[in-house]
């Protein structure tokens, strides 16, 4: 995949999925996943963000929660870079109404010159 600028980082991010996520979502599912995700990454930059569905009710919702380390780097807005000491692991961050789906990851990666986002399969880290 291209790289794609994120707005705020200073690096771009490469967004790829593992071979277990792409047989099961890839093509339109798999662009819909990442679409949501580069948006949210923009006003959550984490490392890690666990997609899972959630029951209420009769209804089920595609419920993305943070689990990582933030990449904002506190000391200049302009861009990302580690800070061990915000970990999140909880605050859920988007909720919408969804059939139903195996829990995935999206971990992001720093590779110096980019960033690297994986989707994939719990079992599969």
């Known amino acids: 995949m291209k790289l794609v600028q994120i707005k705020g980082s200073a690096k771009p991010m490469e967004v790829c999925a593992s ?3 792409n047989d099961k979502y890839g093509g339109i599912e798999l662009v819909h996943y990442t679409k949501i995700f580069l948006g949210l ?9 666990i997609w899972e569905t959630k029951q209420e009710g009769s209804k089920l919702f595609m419920s993305i929660r943070l689990s990582g380390y933030s990449l904002y780097d506190h000391k200049s807005p302009s861009h990302f870079d580690v800070q061990v000491d915000d970990l999140n692991e909880k605050l859920v961050i988007f909720k919408q109404e969804s059939l139903p789906t195996e829990t995935f990851w999206v971990k992001v990666d720093d590779y110096g010159d980019k960033y690297v986002a994986t989707f994939l399969f719990p079992s599969e880290y």
């Open 19 to 21: 071979m277990g996520m």
């Open 41 to 49: 990454f923009e006003k959550y930059p984490y490392d890690m963000m």
